[in-house]
């Protein structure tokens, strides 16, 4: 692993493969300072990212790895074995993989003679720093890139991490409720423009501040909106049904 912190100077990436995920990776690279290379898969995103950063160029593939020392490898699956196997990677490359269904020997072969030891799963809002990213294998190499500006939680299994893949699955539920909330305000005499940023802002502070069970305790005043609001939910069987959601999810994964 090279010995550099991105605070002190600039680290050569390539992120091969530019969807949602890879181009979302590529701006926090981007934001941080490093000289990124991202491949022409999605040429709208890849066109996007390099007129907004100067620091950002497209390349094929190939050219991608032979001017990268950590290289990110943000496929999809059907088309990373093909695409994959046609490059030439350098021994001293340091792999990065986000495709959470290719495990670390599926990887090593794809990849030789590079060594394969880090998966890493981004969520997008890894772009603006101040997320969480789940990492099996080694961590070291994220932590050196991603340590200052997000939250490394380190997944010891494949097991861990498909329960950790399903159970954030609730941000979309969560982001339906702001949105009914602030649609709920507008029409009750309220402006939902407003309610929205307010219900975001309000959400994400709250839960940042205390672990769930203490913001329930402090939110559970006698006879108060939020207990009224919680005890409704729960007698029409909020828990049990997120359960089961997860449960569904673990099933199809299965």
């Known amino acids: 692993m090279p010995q550099h912190n991105h605070k002190d100077s600039a680290m050569r990436c390539g992120v091969v493969g530019i969807g949602n995920i ?3 990776v590529a701006t ?10 991202i491949s ?5 995103q890849s066109q996007r990212l390099a007129k907004a950063f ?8 190939q050219h991608v790895l032979d001017h990268s020392d950590i290289v990110f490898i943000a496929l999809n699956h059907d088309v990373a074995a093909a695409a994959l196997t046609a490059l030439r990677f350098r021994p001293d490359h340091i792999i990065i993989s986000l495709m959470a269904g290719c495990d670390l020997d599926a990887l090593a072969r794809l990849v030789s003679p590079a060594p394969a030891t880090t ?6 809002a890894i772009a603006g720093g101040g997320s969480p990213i ?3 294998g080694d961590a070291a190499p994220v932590e050196c890139i991603f340590g200052d500006s997000d939250s490394i939680i380190a997944i010891t299994d494949s097991a861990e991490c498909d329960a950790f893949l399903a159970a954030q699955a609730i941000l979309s539920p969560v982001a339906v409720m702001v949105a009914a909330a602030a649609e709920w305000v507008d029409q009750h005499g309220g402006d939902a423009n407003k309610a929205e940023p307010f219900l975001r802002q309000l959400i994400a502070s709250s839960l940042n501040g205390m672990a769930s069970d203490d913001l329930i305790a402090a939110l559970n005043t006698p006879d108060g909106f939020n207990q009224r609001l919680r005890l409704y939910f729960e007698e029409i069987g909020l828990k049990a049904n997120v359960h089961d959601g997860l449960s569904r999810l673990s099933q199809v994964a299965d």
């Open 54 to 61: 100067p620091n950002i160029t497209i390349a094929e593939n």
């Open 119 to 124: 998966i890493m799963i981004p969520f997008p």
């Open 134 to 136: 789940l990492v099996m």
């Open 40 to 44: 022409k898969r999605s040429a709208a």
């Open 28 to 37: 926090g690279l981007a934001k941080a300072g490093h000289d990124i290379t």
């Open 22 to 24: 890879g181009s979302a």
